[in-house]
């Protein structure tokens, strides 16, 4: 009975294969989830079904379902190799959806099983790439060189350069200066334009500054004046200049911060993309 | 090509059982694969070997899936399908009276309700019909249409009763008694006390903010005309300051008459949507 109930598996996921590898995702997906349907009680083929599945939407791009479709799987029964396979591909589909902190969570339980060494390395390179969207260049560093130093490499020299390579990639000037919107802020309340001037935005500074005192010294002479009411009239614009000035400090501080790590990130995944090449034509 | 054709069969069992094809869609249902039902749907739907029963239960299935998935578009477009001798026409029909309704498509909900032909002998689905026509007839402010269609409302139904009470004695009566505020006199109430347009149209709490404002800019404009002077610059600043907002006060009062009203008239319209669906839930459950 199982003999011939593997048979129908196995028979079953060629004839899907053969869907996906004509380009036939949306039957592919079908045919999976038909032998998904066909052996509700074999987690083992339930895994690997909608494994295989989620490779139909990667093939169309469609990163979006992949996470909650793995999540189906019930991977405590499953091997080391099998479950590694099944994390990477949801922290790959969370990264996608540039949901870093879901994809670190998903992408770090596989350096605690026995893997595939391609798998390792494509999880250490993906993990690398995680930690830099979340800012943590240092570990990123730190990941790439411990896989450098773990890893087995032919020729010496080229692990001593791969190893340069990593230093230089993560050198101080060519990782982007993050800019703390607290201290930003704090800036701001205590002289207006200070916060803008400290993201790169001199001339929002200068601006909030000016109308502050202006608001303020309108206010004062208005006082002086025993014009109350012009006075409260100043008041008002100052306390609303003041605070605006202290509120435009987050969008300001967060796009600058995106911008800068945007632009270091996109070379970090070049130089990154060499640096697995140069592993590969080690390995050839 | 017939390679192809032969390969995309692979998808589908070789032998056709239906019923075990309705079961898979299901099982797609409630693991939420709705790409995969509407694709796997039109699939089924294009077979050659379905009779007409059987379409028209897939028909229903998918229309009902899509429904519960919100697709209310995709919804109509297979509940419309069912035939009339199918046994899940009346549900079909009412379903996709709902997904109109959904979309605000309130005539095409009426006209399309009007034209089923259901089952004479039975009373209670004539009655639901008779009672979702009225709640369609307020929706599209029909009052003629509702008059002649609540007449036929029976008491006894347990199902319909509550609603057809709240249909006829509160929602109507609302709609038909809606004071209907004059915009000119909520400008010219504002113009004389800056806010009192708002608070006539039922704002309260825009009408004190709106006065504030006001009497504040009021204080300063004199203020400084009495101690500097009509022809210093902080007057005339000031001066247009509060004219400006002396002006947007009468003009917002016109417009928030309006807006209040069609708030009310959202509300009341939503209460009949309410009341429109779940004696259908109930009837069909």
């Known amino acids: ?284 | 090509m017939s390679l192809l054709f032969s390969f995309s069969c692979f998808a589908q069992p070789s032998t056709f059982d239906f019923e075990k094809e309705l079961d898979f869609l299901l099982y797609l249902g409630q693991n939420g694969q709705h790409a995969d039902i509407d694709f796997y749907g039109d699939k089924l739907l294009n077979q050659k070997d379905l009779n007409k029963g059987q379409k028209d239960s897939l028909n229903f299935f998918l229309g009902f899936i899509n429904f519960k998935g919100l697709n209310y578009d995709k919804s109509i477009k297979f509940l419309s399908k069912v035939s009339d001798e199918s046994m899940f026409y009346p549900k079909s029909t009412f379903y996709s009276e709902i997904c109109f309704i959904e979309k605000h498509d309130y005539f095409n909900a009426y006209n399309n309700l009007r034209e089923v032909q259901l089952d004479k002998n039975n009373d209670l689905l004539q009655q639901l019909k008779s009672f979702e026509l009225a709640g369609l007839s307020l929706l599209n402010r029909d009052y003629k249409s509702f008059d002649s269609l609540s007449v036929l409302f029976n008491t006894n139904n347990i199902i319909l009763s509550n609603e057809q009470q709240l249909q006829k004695n509160e929602y109507y009566y609302k709609l038909k008694h809606l004071k209907r505020k004059s915009p000119f006199f909520a400008g010219s109430l504002s113009a004389i006390v800056p806010g009192l347009g708002l608070a006539y149209a039922g704002n309260n709490g825009q009408a004190l903010a709106a006065f504030i404002r006001v009497a504040a800019l009021g204080a300063l404009s004199t203020e400084t005309y009495i101690k500097l002077g009509p022809k210093n610059p902080q007057f005339i600043i000031s001066a247009t300051l509060f004219s400006f907002f002396y002006l947007g006060n009468i003009w917002g009062s016109v417009l928030c008459v309006q807006i209040i009203k069609n708030e009310k008239l959202k509300e009341i319209d939503n209460n009949i949507m309410v009341g429109l669906r779940i004696p259908i839930d109930n009837f069909f459950k």
């Not at chain 1, 796009?255 to 590969?280: E, F, G, P, V, Y």
């Open chain 1, 1 to 284: 009975m199982i003999i011939f109930s593997n048979n129908l598996f196995a028979s079953s996921i060629k004839q899907a294969d053969s869907l996906f590898s004509l380009g036939l995702y949306p039957d592919a997906c079908i045919a999976y989830e038909r032998i998904i349907y066909e052996h509700p009680e074999d987690e083992f083929i339930k895994a690997n079904a909608l494994l295989k599945k989620s490779y139909c939407y990667k093939a169309e791009r469609n990163y979006l379902l992949i996470d909650n479709l793995l999540n189906r799987c019930n991977i405590n029964g499953l091997n080391d190799t099998f479950k590694s396979q099944i994390l990477f591909e949801q922290a790959f589909a969370c990264y996608m959806n540039e949901k870093f902190s879901l994809a670190k969570s998903r992408i770090l339980p596989v350096f605690n099983l026995n893997t595939t060494p391609e798998l390792e390395k494509a999880s250490v390179f993906l993990y690398s790439l995680i930690l830099n969207e979340l800012n943590s260049w240092d570990e990123s560093k730190k990941n790439l060189i411990s896989f450098i130093k773990r890893t087995e490499i032919k020729d010496e020299k080229l692990r001593d350069n791969l190893i340069k390579e990593v230093d230089e990639m993560y050198q101080k000037k060519n990782i982007p200066k993050i800019r703390k919107l607290k201290f930003a802020k704090t800036l701001s309340f205590i002289l207006p334009g200070s916060g803008q001037a400290y993201s790169g935005k001199a001339v929002k500074g200068l601006i909030s500054l000016s109308l502050a005192s202006l608001a303020g010294a309108f206010t004062y002479f208005n006082f002086v004046d025993e014009i109350y009411s012009s006075s409260a009239a100043g008041l008002f614009f100052f306390t609303y200049f003041y605070f605006g000035n202290v509120k435009q400090v987050t969008p300001i501080v967060n796009k600058r911060n995106t911008i800068k790590k945007n632009k270091c990130n996109a070379i970090l995944r070049t130089q990154l993309i060499n640096l697995n090449k140069h592993l590969d034509n080690d390995k050839k």
